[in-house]
């Protein structure tokens, strides 16, 4: 598939980066579920590390034919940098488009002038933005987010990133000083996306298929870049789908659940040759949060070491739910209750 984003189908939906989450066992899962019409923005890799020739950080490039199309997110500081790793990835891995992050927010990324910390120069900026265009024929666009400390800096931000050639820009209704406190502001986003003419994405507390509608209503976005709303749910993506097309989406059953969760941790094995699922346990802590009763559960799922172990613990969640157990109901009191994954026999 050819990606543009000025004609592909509208609202763009899309799954966003998220550092040691979106690797390629979730995206396989996403797109298996969700089929081709859902664009998957990777993980981001290090520019300097990809050029160094870390192992571990190529092997994060690597695309599983089962992922595309696929978006992969680059962060550094330097274009020359990030034109060169943009011509490794592009020549070994050949990704759909190419996503810059200008709009991480912790310590460790933005001490060295990356992600958000882009947004306060312009110049290092639009540089970044140009020597990638030059590196690669796919599309590339940038994250960012409403501002440093200011949310109106996106405002002047957005049209210097459209200058330079960006070809679709997200933004996430947050400053970096805010983090992930307060909310995500789809107002401002409306206010952003009246700059620029290239297509933006609205970011930022999208737990449901509902507030996917309130996030493209509020903000005239052309789509939406889902994040913490697809951990531990990756069926929102196909639930959004079928209500944008007028189909009514069933409940997800809890063998279901059960049968994603074990694909999902076989995917990661084999990504990762690990021989142990100590690593996917932070995906389980999302799978199983806020389902009433599950405490006793979950407790045991986060000291699994083998797919075994894992196997063992969800057949005895999936008996237990289908005899009426306490794990067969969502707690309808917690915030993210709303997102209809109700656990049912």
């Not at 405490?295 to 083998?306: E, G, I, Y």
Request: with cysteine; charged share 25%.
């Amino acid at each position: 598939m050819k990606l543009d984003w000025a004609t592909i189908q509208r609202p763009i939906i899309a799954l966003s980066p998220m550092a040691d989450m979106t690797d390629s066992a979730f995206c396989r899962v996403v797109r298996k579920i969700s089929g081709p019409d859902v664009i998957v923005f990777r993980e981001m890799v290090s520019s300097e590390a990809i050029i160094r020739g870390n192992d571990k950080t190529l092997g994060m490039t690597e695309i599983h034919p089962d992922e595309r199309p696929i978006v992969q997110q680059i962060f550094g500081s330097e274009p020359e940098k990030m034109a060169e790793a943009t011509r490794i990835i592009d020549r070994d891995h050949n990704p759909e488009g190419f996503d810059i992050n200008m709009g991480c927010p912790v310590y460790k990324v933005v001490h060295s002038f990356n992600g958000a910390s882009l947004m306060r120069d312009a110049d290092r900026a639009t540089a970044i933005v140009r020597a990638m265009k030059e590196a690669t024929d796919k599309p590339v666009s940038v994250k960012i987010r409403a501002g440093w400390e200011d949310p109106k800096e996106c405002l002047t931000f957005g049209i210097a990133l459209e200058e330079a050639g960006a070809d679709l820009i997200t933004i996430h209704g947050r400053t970096k000083k805010q983090g992930y406190t307060g909310q995500s502001d789809w107002d401002l986003i409306g206010e952003f996306a009246k700059t620029v003419s290239i297509p933006v994405l609205a970011n930022g507390d999208i737990y449901t298929p509902q507030l996917m509608t309130e996030a493209l209503e509020t903000s005239g976005a052309e789509g939406v870049l889902i994040a913490r709303g697809a951990l531990g749910n990756p069926w929102i993506f196909k639930q959004i789908l079928d209500q944008l097309a007028g189909k009514e989406f069933e409940p997800i059953t809890l063998q279901e659940r059960v049968e994603v969760i074990k694909q999902h941790a076989r995917w990661h094995i084999e990504q990762f040759d690990a021989g142990t699922v100590r690593t996917f346990r932070k995906h389980l802590s999302w799978y199983f949060r806020a389902i009433a009763g599950a405490k006793p559960f979950k407790a045991r799922l986060h000291t699994v070491d083998t797919i075994e172990e894992l196997d063992a613990v969800l057949d005895e969640v999936l008996e237990d739910g289908l005899k009426g157990g306490a794990v067969a109901r969502r707690d309808a009191s917690h915030p993210l209750a709303a997102n209809r994954l109700f656990i049912k026999k």
